[in-house]
């Protein structure tokens, strides 16, 4: 009975997987900087894998989390946090805020955080920046209590922050980073859509010489 389920469920995971393969964000790295509730974790991965972003990275000075991903993708209260999203999600845990920076700036991605105006920096409203600028681009978000570290702020291309209108002018990790990756990873969708529609018309317009062989 056991072997018969998994045998039904693994097909649809395969189905499901290779139909949202287009609509994933390449390029898009998802950075948490030093989270102090593991529950918060847990939502931002959840968040990273419903809205089509490629990778998460957590600072992690306290070594709450494992360096093996596998091991990640298996731990019960995360895959609980993340309603299992762990599990088809990439996570990579460091040490500190310098070695992820080094790791991202060695891979060619630009950084942009996420913290209200900051004096001397590229200061942008979500709704008004363009996030397809750069083809690699990496998003920061910063502890619950203590925000994004200046370190972090100054390596960074621009800050971005999220247009409030009440009393109340702050929102929780877990809701900031679905509002700031849906605007994100909408636009970046649509310019990797046009791009492929683009390349397929130019293939059309000019498709690939026959190969040629020629008798001996």
Known sequence: MTIERKQTNKPTARKR????????????????????????????????????????????????LSDDWNELRTEPKL????????????VKRFDSTEECLAHLEKNHFVSI????????????????????????????????????SDIAAQRSRQCVSIPMFGMIESLNLGTSSGIVLYEITKQRRQYQSHNRLRASRENLKNPTPALIVEES
């Open 79 to 90: 895959s609980k946090l993340s309603v299992s999203a762990v599990k088809w999600t990439f």
């Open 113 to 148: 955080v996420t913290s209200p105006h900051r004096k001397g920096m590229s200061n942008v409203l979500l709704d008004e920046g363009d996030f397809t600028e750069h083809a690699k681009l990496a998003v920061w978000f910063g502890s619950e209590t203590k925000g994004i």
């Open 17 to 64: 997987a290779d139909a949202i393969r287009d609509f994933r964000c390449k390029n898009l790295i998802v950075v948490i900087e030093d989270p102090e509730n593991p529950r918060n974790i847990g939502t931002v991965i959840r968040n990273v894998n419903a809205f089509g972003a490629e990778k998460v990275y957590v600072i992690d000075p306290r070594g709450v």
